[in-house]
């Protein structure tokens, strides 16, 4: 689900806590190390996704926040700001020249730079926190 934040909105917030749970508290994110990635360059994106990336030929941006039962990936696009929801069961991560997020039928890939190799750290990060929430789940089979 691809929402328009960029303005406050009661609905928004609501809907981000239902779908990929609750920001950690400042607490646990000093634990964590951070729950932010830093801003990645958006190499190509799915085509049902054009509509929230700059039509001139501008660079486009993004970053990544872990929740606890999901992530939200925020993109500009001029003075606009969208925000992805993508719940653990529904990410599928792919490390292909740079890395992969798909979802929902969307994909976004980010560049292999300067700025996605800064982010290694980030990827472990969320790679396990997904693997944890998925563990919850685990069924026997018989």
């Known amino acids: 689900m691809i929402l328009n934040t960029t ?3 009661k609905e928004h917030k609501q809907i981000i806590s239902d779908l990929v749970g609750r920001s950690f508290t400042l607490l646990e994110s000093l ?3 951070g729950i932010g990635s830093k801003r990645m360059i958006i190499g190509e994106v799915s085509p049902n996704f054009m509509s929230v990336l700059n039509s001139v030929s501008d660079i486009n941006y993004a970053n990544i926040e872990l929740r606890k039962n999901g992530i939200l990936i925020f993109i500009n696009k001029g003075l606009q700001n969208f925000t992805w929801l993508i719940p653990y069961y ?3 991560i792919y490390k292909t020249n740079g890395a992969s997020i798909h979802a929902q039928g969307k994909f976004i890939h980010f560049k292999n730079n300067k700025t996605f190799k ?3 750290r ?4 969320m790679l396990n926190e997904k693997i ?3 563990e919850q789940y ?5």
Do not use: I, P
Not at 122 to 125: I, N, Q, S, V
Not at 138 to 142: M, R
């Open 138 to 142: 685990n069924f026997q089979y018989v």
């Open 90 to 92: 529904q990410l599928v």
């Open 31 to 33: 634990k964590m190390k």
């Open 7 to 9: 303005h406050n909105n």
């Open 132 to 134: 944890r929430h998925d």
């Open 122 to 125: 980030f990827f472990d990060k």
């Open 118 to 120: 800064e982010n290694k």
